[in-house]
């Protein structure tokens, strides 16, 4: 059992990240979990970010407004396919460099002179996009976050976590389909169920709105890590 000590603090300190910032679960787990316990990607982590975010939905349920997010929605779905059949052909080291470059090169591109606004076509593609890291290595949320960065907190909280239930739920599917998420996989999840609980209770305990002025800047730089991290894991 000491093994499942690493998993279950990554996921705790990831489920914590994500209650403050509305993603981040996999941002902070993932790359050390390619490292030390592979066996918690892409499955049990996806299936702790959908616990994550039913919390969070329930939490910030007043929120939620599903209509503006439909774009974003209807895209996740070619995108889960794509991410699925992207795990059937390519390595995870090889994946995960292409979604570290790709997210490194979306914060470039926000901290610079471009502002992708939240249309119709853009929620499709940031969707599509999220399918896609979703489902092949579990960082689905940066370019998401990445488009809604200029939302109030609450309402991106609501929102990401919203998107976050549908985009998982798919992205099981998928990944039971082609055999990533079995009776293996449903057990470890079962394991990692209380840290992730902890991590969203311990969160709602800390002051947030002392930091909700700072969510953009927060945003930009755990995407950041997301795609540092990606690289270096991929490459150590």
Same mark, same amino acid.
């Given at each position: 059992?000491?093994?499942?000590?690493?998993?279950?603090? $990554? /996921?705790?300190?990831?489920?914590?990240?994500?209650?403050?910032?509305?993603?981040?679960?996999?941002? &902070?787990?993932?790359?050390?979990?390619?490292?030390?316990?592979?066996?918690?990607?892409?499955?049990?982590?996806?299936?702790?970010?959908?616990?994550? %975010?039913?919390?969070?939905?329930?939490?910030?349920?007043?929120?939620? =407004?599903?209509?503006?997010?439909?774009?974003?929605?209807?895209?996740?779905?070619?995108?889960?396919?794509? @991410?699925?059949?992207?795990?059937?052909?390519?390595?995870?080291?090889?994946?995960?460099?292409?979604?570290? &470059?790709? /997210?490194?090169?979306?914060? /470039?591109?926000?901290?610079?002179?471009?502002?992708?606004?939240?249309?119709?076509?853009?929620?499709?593609?940031?969707?599509?996009?999220?399918?896609?890291?979703?489902?092949?290595?579990?960082?689905?949320?940066?370019?998401?976050?990445?488009?809604?960065?200029?939302?109030?907190?609450?309402?991106?909280? @609501?929102?990401?976590?919203?998107?976050?239930?549908?985009?998982?739920?798919?992205?099981?599917?998928?990944?039971?389909?082609?055999?990533?998420? @079995?009776?293996?996989?449903?057990?470890?999840?079962?394991?990692?169920?209380?840290?992730?609980?902890?991590?969203?209770?311990? %969160?709602?305990?800390?002051?947030?709105?002392? &930091? =909700?002025?700072?969510?953009?800047?927060?945003?930009?730089?755990? %995407?950041?890590?997301?795609? $540092?991290?990606?690289?270096?894991?991929?490459?150590?």
């Amino acid at each position: 059992m000491t093994e499942l000590l690493v998993p279950g603090v $990554l /996921v705790f300190i990831g489920s914590l990240v994500q209650s403050a910032f509305g993603f981040g679960m996999a941002v &902070i787990a993932a790359p050390l979990l390619v490292m030390f316990y592979p066996a918690a990607l892409p499955g049990p982590l996806v299936a702790m970010a959908l616990v994550q %975010c039913l919390l969070m939905a329930m939490r910030h349920r007043r929120q939620i =407004e599903l209509a503006p997010m439909a774009g974003a929605m209807v895209g996740r779905i070619p995108g889960s396919l794509a @991410g699925a059949w992207l795990l059937t052909v390519f390595s995870t080291e090889g994946l995960s460099i292409f979604v570290g &470059i790709a /997210v490194l090169l979306a914060v /470039v591109a926000s901290v610079g002179a471009v502002k992708i606004r939240p249309t119709r076509t853009s929620m499709f593609w940031a969707g599509a996009v999220s399918g896609v890291f979703g489902t092949s290595t579990t960082v689905g949320g940066p370019p998401m976050a990445l488009l809604m960065q200029h939302q109030a907190a609450a309402h991106l909280r @609501g929102n990401l976590a919203a998107f976050f239930i549908y985009g998982c739920l798919i992205s099981l599917a998928m990944l039971a389909l082609i055999g990533r998420f @079995g009776r293996e996989e449903l057990v470890l999840s079962l394991y990692l169920l209380p840290w992730t609980v902890a991590g969203y209770f311990l %969160c709602q305990q800390l002051p947030l709105y002392r &930091i =909700e002025h700072r969510m953009r800047p927060a945003i930009l730089l755990l %995407c950041a890590i997301s795609g $540092l991290t990606a690289i270096v894991s991929a490459l150590v």
